[in-house]
Nanobody
Framework: VQLQASGGGLVQAGGSLRLSCAASGSIFRLNAMGWYRQPPGKQRELVANIDSGTMLISGSTNYADSVKGRFTISRDNAKNAVYLQMNSLKPEDTAVYYC???????????????WGKGTQVTVSS
């Protein structure tokens, strides 16, 4: 299983970016998915996550207080993908952003956490 993230870059404060992350490989069930970030010199922290939901109900979401109202996480189960729409970006959002996913490889697998390689987001003031 691999997670491939994209969409990072350099943006001015107040701007927007959209991160994408697609999972590939031996996937029976895609459980919770999420985004973390690691600012320079700091520990990795949760940005947002979303559970699998059902066919009729979107997965429930959870956000770090620092991004509530500015970031939106979503997923497309048909594409095994998770997205992070980031609006009103601030210099303190500068970090390497990582996607992760809990994936079951077969019906008896409770799930294992996988991480994608990070993508750099830099917000200039």
């Amino acid at each position: 299983v691999q997670l491939q993230a994209s969409g990072g870059g350099l943006v001015q404060a107040g701007g927007s970016l959209r991160l994408s992350c697609a999972a590939s490989g031996s996937i029976f069930r895609l459980n919770a998915m999420g985004w973390y970030r690691q600012p320079p010199g700091k520990q990795r922290e949760l940005v947002a996550n979303i559970d699998s939901g059902t066919m009729l109900i979107s997965g429930s979401t959870n956000y770090a207080d620092s991004v509530k109202g500015r970031f939106t996480i979503s997923r497309d189960n048909a594409k095994n993908a998770v997205y992070l729409q980031m609006n009103s970006l601030k210099p303190e959002d500068t970090a390497v952003y990582y996607c992760n996913a809990d994936i079951s490889g077969d019906p008896y697998d409770y799930g294992k956490t996988y991480w994608g390689k990070g993508t750099q987001v830099t917000v200039s003031s």
